[in-house]
T-cell receptor, first 112, second 113 residues
Framework: GENVEQHPSTLSVQEGDSAVIKCTYS??????FPWYKQELGKGPQLIID?????GEKKDQRIAVTLNKTAKHFSLHITETQPEDSAVYFC???????????FGKGTMLLVSP | GAGVSQTPSNKVTEKGKYVELRCDPI?????LYWYRQSLGQGPEFLIY????????DSGLPNDRFFAVRPEGSVSTLKIQRTERGDSAVYLC???????????FGQGTRLTVV
């Protein structure tokens, strides 16, 4: 089955800095890679996703890049704000539907 | 509804008891997923429904766990003879089709004492 590794497990940045979270996956058949933000006591919220036929996708301050050859993908957050503080999860799916294998998460702390 | 709704939000039960957890997906979403999230971990897949049928139940840990979705909308996750190791947050998600983005509910925190 699929295995997703996520790094770092914690990330502390100053407000206004950029943050980068990296994930690798094991199954070359994986074709959909979403990123979720989870705040304390809440369910994961989809913030951006990318499919295997695209190398990069941006949405305002958030971008995701995908390297299919190396089997890794990254989340980039620019101009971080305190409200970006949360746990971020990457995920991958190879089954042709949206059943996801998640990474272990990255706790992002943005200090004012 | 506006989002995926799960009830109850918290459930405390004694070891050996039976529990049911409910999920109301987003209206019109045909696909429904159950995940389990232990403290400090990412969600782990349990079961996937397409319509009324369980298309993939490979994530269910053992036969104490069972889920139904009789009318293709609301789903219930059932756990028999609960064990302390079942304590976790149980998350439900739904998507419009089987290969589109999934939206999660807030979860049910199950504590087995």
């Amino acid at each position: 089955g699929e295995n997703v590794e996520q790094h770092p497990s914690t990330l502390s940045v100053q407000e206004g800095d950029s943050a980068v979270i990296k994930c690798t996956y094991s199954d070359s058949a994986s074709n959909y890679f979403p990123w979720y933000k989870q705040e304390l006591g809440k369910g994961p919220q989809l913030i951006i996703d990318i499919r295997s036929n695209v190398g990069e996708k941006k949405d305002q301050r958030i971008a995701v890049t995908l390297n299919k050859t190396a089997k890794h993908f990254s989340l980039h957050i620019t101009e971080t704000q305190p409200e970006d503080s949360a746990v971020y999860f990457c995920a991958a799916t190879y089954r042709g539907y949206s059943t996801l294998t998640f990474g272990k998460g990255t706790m992002l702390l943005v200090s004012p | 509804g506006a989002g995926v709704s799960q009830t109850p939000s918290n459930k405390v039960t004694e070891k050996g008891k039976y529990v049911e957890l409910r999920c109301d997906p987003i209206s019109g979403h045909t696909a429904l997923y159950w995940y389990r999230q232990s403290l400090g971990q990412g969600p782990e897949f349990l079961i996937y429904f397409q319509g009324t049928g369980a298309a993939d139940d490979s994530g269910l840990p053992n036969d104490r766990f069972f889920a139904v979705r009789p009318e293709g909308s609301v789903s219930t996750l059932k756990i028999q003879r609960t064990e302390r190791g079942d304590s976790a947050v149980y998350l439900c998600a739904s998507s419009r089709e089987s290969n589109t983005e999934a939206f999660f509910g807030q979860g049910t925190r199950l504590t087995v004492v």
